[in-house]
């Protein structure tokens, strides 16, 4: 059994999740030290926003593009993130394509359901809000890919590189993503084992042997998210449509192989566009990264360009031949284009049970939005999550 609270914790992952816990622990009055991994350039994962380094005005939120809350009481991190200026509430003009062409106002979508909040300024503000309620002493490591785990001969976990040098320990370990606990990660980062599962092989660990089985078995829905930054000239048309946010019904997805796009107007007269793709599309294209993915940087793995542009052109063409009755045929010269790929975008229901989220014997907690309970697949179960197990660990276990 590992001491509670912890005397250092290190957290893989840098989404909500894993700020959420950093800054739920702190705000508890936790003193453990924390370092927290992220593959990504800054925190976010799934609700980062894109910028570029040489254009200001750019950003663009490529993933989740608001956060709804559905249950109460709300996470207690909202008010301080609120308070702070990171996020506000958000009143956008939701529409929904039936079939082919009929457009009814609002939605019925889970995903818009509740209370409504984005980042102000854009998604990633929200994790930047909580790493700073977390304050400034929690180490973070951007561009870091933990790449494998072990435990040493006095049971601390060791996170490791791609070269098998160890880059922190600590005697409690947190994942906020599956990635290093899940199968689907074998092929894709080319493991001749889960990470995780082989150290739980060692350790004897039944619990977590049991939490190992259980994430095993959770499915994942891919989005292929095709991103277009209109110049100001070819952004009228798409600032003057009648909606922000349009979701297609499953008749629509099932016609054009979208599932909602988001009208982001950018404060210099562009308009970013992002199309998420419906899961069926991004299923046939799994394997197709982005140019800017970070997992393909960190692996070196060569954009497919033939098939990139092929993936974006008919994304493109399906997005304008649903908008036409709207946008006539616009102009999109001198836009820019972009694929985001999102393998693992949502889990698919039940997902890991929240009483097994403390492996206290081998000193690891588990956090994230594949955590059922409320929210669960979504920005508000990966905060919901993040706290409960920063109070299970931050409490002293039961004598
Ligand atoms: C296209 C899209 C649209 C969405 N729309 C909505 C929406 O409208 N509303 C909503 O509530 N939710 C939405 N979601 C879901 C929402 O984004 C997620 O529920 C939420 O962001 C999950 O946060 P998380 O911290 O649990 O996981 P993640 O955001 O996935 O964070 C995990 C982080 O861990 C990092 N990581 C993993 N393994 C390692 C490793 N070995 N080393 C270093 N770093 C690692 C990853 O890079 C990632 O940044 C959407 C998601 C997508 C993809």
Redo the contacts with the bound molecule.
């Keep these: 059994m590992r001491s509670r609270p912890p005397r250092s914790i290190a957290v893989?992952?840098?989404?909500?999740?894993?700020c959420g816990f950093v800054a739920a622990l702190r705000q508890l009055g936790c003193e453990a030290s924390l370092s927290l991994?992220?593959?990504?350039r800054g925190p976010?994962?799934?609700?980062?926003s894109r910028r570029s380094r040489g254009d200001a005005a750019l950003v663009i939120d490529h993933?989740?593009?608001?956060?709804?809350l559905t249950a109460e009481p709300p996470p207690q991190l909202l008010e301080p993130l609120l308070a702070g200026g990171w996020i506000e509430p958000c009143e956008l003009r939701v529409a929904t394509l039936q079939g082919e062409a009929h457009l009814s106002q609002g939605s019925a979508d889970g995903?818009l359901a509740g209370r409504l909040y984005r980042g102000r300024g854009g998604m990633e503000q929200l994790c930047r809000g909580l790493l700073d309620l977390a304050g400034p002493a929690v180490e973070s490591h951007f561009n870091?890919?933990?790449?494998d785990l072990s435990v040493d001969g006095a049971g601390r976990w060791q996170l490791c590189d791609a070269e098998g040098g160890v880059l922190q320990e600590a005697d409690w370990l947190v994942l906020?993503?599956t990635?290093?606990a899940h199968p689907r990660s074998q092929a894709l980062l080319g493991w001749s084992a889960v990470p995780l599962r082989r150290v739980a092989a060692e350790l004897g660990d039944l619990q977590l042997d049991h939490v190992l089985a259980t994430i095993a078995g959770i499915r994942f829905e891919a989005?292929s998210?095709l991103l277009l930054v209109l110049p100001a000239a070819a952004a009228a048309a798409w600032r003057a449509l009648p909606f922000d946010l349009l979701q297609f019904d499953p008749a629509a997805q099932q016609r054009w192989g979208l599932q909602r796009v988001l009208i982001q107007p950018l404060s210099d007269g562009r308009c970013a566009v992002v199309a998420?793709s419906s899961r069926t599309f991004a299923a046939d294209h799994l394997s197709l990264y982005g140019e800017h993915s970070?997992v393909a940087r960190l692996l070196g793995l060569p954009p497919d360009r033939e098939r990139l542009a092929t993936a974006m052109a008919a994304l493109e063409q399906q997005l304008l031949q649903a908008l036409q009755p709207w946008l006539g045929s616009p102009s999109l010269e001198g836009a820019d284009r972009q694929l985001m790929r999102?393998g693992?975008?949502?889990p698919v229901a039940p997902g890991l049970p929240s009483e097994l989220c403390v492996c206290a014997a081998s000193g690891v907690g588990f956090?994230?939005?594949?955590v059922a309970g409320p929210?669960f697949?979504?920005?508000?179960?990966?905060l919901r999550s993040a706290e409960r197990l920063a109070s299970a660990l931050a409490a002293a276990p039961a004598a």
Excluded at 44 to 48: A, L, N
Excluded at 367 to 370: A, H, I, L
Excluded at 377 to 382: F, M, T
């Design positions: 893989i992952g840098a989404g909500v999740a894993g991994w992220e593959i990504g976010g994962g799934r609700s980062g993933g989740a593009p608001l956060l709804n995903l870091s890919l933990v790449r906020s993503s990635l290093l989005r998210n998420h970070a999102w693992a975008a949502f956090c994230g939005d594949y929210g697949g979504r920005i508000e179960g990966a």
